[in-house]
């Protein structure tokens, strides 16, 4: 048992209203034989509080069961008062005053375990809370409180890697979707009072089962809403930003955002691992980290939510390489990228530098014949085995003299013609170059990364 889920319980309680309400106190039997205490009592503090309209609440026609009943709910040592609510409910299973008995049982043992420190108990107690909450929903489907202790109690254990965590969310949703059904339908005053705080522990619970089940959508849709109401709380924070790059195709914008959310509402243990993968995230979606430090400010700085520039364009990228390197000190990838994704003004600005001038590099033979080779020039193609230079020679070359097909060997030529896509650079003038010789270009590396 996590102990972060055996400590948050008193506070969950309050929120969720999972605490029981004053039970509606039972008319004193008609026999008059029993004298009841002057107006109703507080179950959970045992005072006594202003007279109720006797004619609305149940009538305890057994004089015995009625004193049972006082007797439980009127104690004020929480041990006691769960022995005779326990004893009440074995000798009377089909009184009228059952699903109070439950509900203040139920409130009793979550008393119990939270005031607690023997992890032992507090499983015990745990376990109790939840028995008594089931019971409870069966004899009362719609028992607001009891869905909302089952949805929560489901969900953090889930959470906190307890062994039977699928079926524990299998359990929560089906709580959660029941809370949310009879929310729309309640009429009690406390429960619409805390209708936001139950609407948020149900769509967390629906929210966390749909991602497990990777129904990444409805993930989204539910943790979107828990996530509104409580922005801070990591466990709902995470998951959802999670749900956003599940999809397909994934949602980076909100996805990165709730991300970095997250690293800034994450537990100190856990906020490094969740910056690099938000980071890496970011990296992925703009192709780069400038930026990234002014989003992971923005999160955590709890403010609004701030846009994610997407990577650049391949054009984008192929004109800041025109701008950053002169064209005879481009490689062949470089060229290459340019040519085939660059606007016209880029392509003319390198071809008009490269055209018709003697290049010596490097290729990979992809087929040959006496005058004309296919080389793969780019480490992406030689990978691929697919050419993208045609070399073209004035005079046969023999056949000894000819490289086999996938030898890498060096040469020359001039670069006379090309086209986009399939790129493909014909050059004229092809020489072969001794194996010694050294090449006036460098090996050529992997082309630039394009756009994600």
Known sequence: MKKILLTVVLGIAAAAGAQATQPAQPAAPPTGSVNPPTGSVNPQTGSVNPPTSQAAAPVIKDPAEYNAYVAAIQQTDANAKISGLEAFLTQYPNSVMKN????????????????STDPAKQKAYLSKTMDTANKLVVADPCNERALALLAFFDRTMAQGGDPNAKQDLTDGKKDGEQGLSCLDKATDPEIKKMQPQMTGIFVSVIGIADLNDKDFP???????QAVDATPTDF??????????????????QNGIWFAARAAAVAPPAAEPQIEKYARSQYVKFHAGDDGWAEVLAAAKANGAQVPIKA??????????????????KMDFATWEFVLTNGAQADQDAVWNVIKGKPVQMNGTIIS?????????GSSDDIDAKKADITLKFETAIP?????KDGASFDFQGEPAAYTPNPFMMTMEKGTLLKAAAP???PPVHHKPAASQ
């Open 368 to 376: 040959t014949t006496p005058t004309e080779f296919q080389i793969a």
């Open 311 to 328: 990577a650049p364009t391949p054009a984008e990228q192929a004109h800041k390489m025109v701008q950053d390197t002169a064209p005879d």
């Open 100 to 115: 109070q008995a439950l509900e203040v049982l139920m409130g009793a043992y979550q008393q119990q375990m939270s005031s």
């Open 399 to 403: 056949a000894k003299m000819i490289p």
């Open 235 to 252: 466990s709902v924070v995470y998951p959802l930003a999670l749900a956003y790059l599940g999809q397909t195709p994934p949602d980076y």
């Open 218 to 224: 409805d993930a989204v849709k539910y943790l979107r």
């Open 439 to 441: 090449a006036k270009k």
